[in-house]
């Protein structure tokens, strides 16, 4: 990420996980939310399933806490901002997006445009709802607890199916 940033030639950087689609009228509602004086934000998400957990889960990305955002998302943020954070910490494997959101907190406020992007409910399909959350669950308790990213990576990998 920090390596497409470097290329980039725009005063805004908008970062999507691959499982997210982008919604359509990304750059006008960016470039308003930037005007208005946000410099990073992400919009809320909905999964590609009506499944009711999912649901609730897709309620929660509402919210500011730090429970409620990476992952599965979307992220904006100005060149300005960006460069005066030092971009991601490479040694972030997993959990990037959670470690750049609380340096952006503590310097800026970090907004949640109100619309949704649509995020593919893949991961939950293939392992259950309840296997991804003990996933995310145990994921955040080790990045809290301060252990190495690559170690946080090796358990999340282990304790999901992929396809």
């Not at 009228?25 to 308003?32: C, D, E, K, M, P």
């Not at 649901?55 to 429970?67: A, D, P, V």
């Not at 959670?98 to 445009?113: C, D, G, M, N, P």
Request: glycine share 8%; net charge positive.
């Amino acid at each position: 990420m920090n390596y497409g940033a470097r290329q980039a030639r725009g005063d805004v950087f908008y970062f999507v996980h691959a499982d997210v689609g982008i919604h359509p009228g990304y750059v006008a509602t960016i470039a308003a939310a930037v005007a208005q004086g946000h410099a990073a934000g992400c919009y809320r998400f909905r999964f590609d399933s009506l499944h009711p957990l999912l649901r609730i889960n897709s309620y929660g990305t509402r919210f500011k806490g730090i429970m409620s955002r990476g992952g599965d998302q979307t992220l904006f943020v100005t060149r300005t901002l960006f460069e005066q954070l030092g971009g991601f910490d490479e040694q972030f494997v997993i959990m990037e997006d959670f470690e750049i959101i609380q340096r952006i907190r503590r310097v800026a406020s970090f907004y949640i445009v109100p619309l949704d992007v649509v995020v593919s409910a893949r991961k939950y399909e293939t392992n259950s709802w309840l296997r991804v959350q003990l996933a995310n669950l145990t994921a955040f308790a080790m990045y809290f607890l301060k252990l190495p990213p690559l170690r946080i990576a090796r358990t999340y990998k282990s304790l999901l199916n992929y396809r």
